[in-house]
């Protein structure tokens, strides 16, 4: 079955259920695309995987080769409680790491400010800029 088709098929059944669709600068947002609707910008737009503009992903094998990186969302406590755990993960087999910071840190408070007081270090590693700058990673 060719994309017309396709598409005609899906828009007499799926697509009859969705209703008119707008983007915030009023542009129409249609329910389905595919690459006939890219008219010859298809591959120019879209690429090809490892090519610019790199929408297939950076390596032409991207994850047919190598595993999607499995994150690990971490932070508690002072910055050198997270260092330790960081490294601890690494050395578990961890691929990556993503720093989890206390809410104050996050809205720019010292953790010695009124505001925050009863936050630092709950939710989140507390990082002063001024004393901790680097010392939550590994």
């Given amino acids: 079955m060719h994309d017309a088709e396709a598409k ?8 009859a259920h969705c209703p008119p669709r707008k983007t915030c600068s009023g542009l129409a ?9 890219r008219g010859d910008t298809y591959a120019e737009k879209l690429g090809l995987p490892g090519a610019y503009p790199f929408t297939r992903g950076v390596y032409p094998t991207m994850y047919l080769e190598q595993p999607w990186t499995m994150r690990q969302y971490a932070g508690f406590g002072t910055a050198e409680d997270t260092n330790a755990r960081y490294k601890r993960l690494l050395a578990e087999g961890q691929t990556g790491l993503s720093v989890a910071f206390d809410r104050p840190t996050q809205v720019g408070l010292d ?6 007081e009863g936050e630092v270090g709950r939710v989140g590693v507390a990082v002063q800029p001024d004393q901790h700058r680097g010392r939550p990673l590994p």
């Fill in 29 to 37: 947002v249609e329910p389905l695309y595919l690459p006939d609707d």
């Fill in 8 to 15: 005609r098929r899906w828009q007499e059944t799926v697509g």
């Fill in 111 to 116: 953790s010695n400010a009124e505001e925050a």
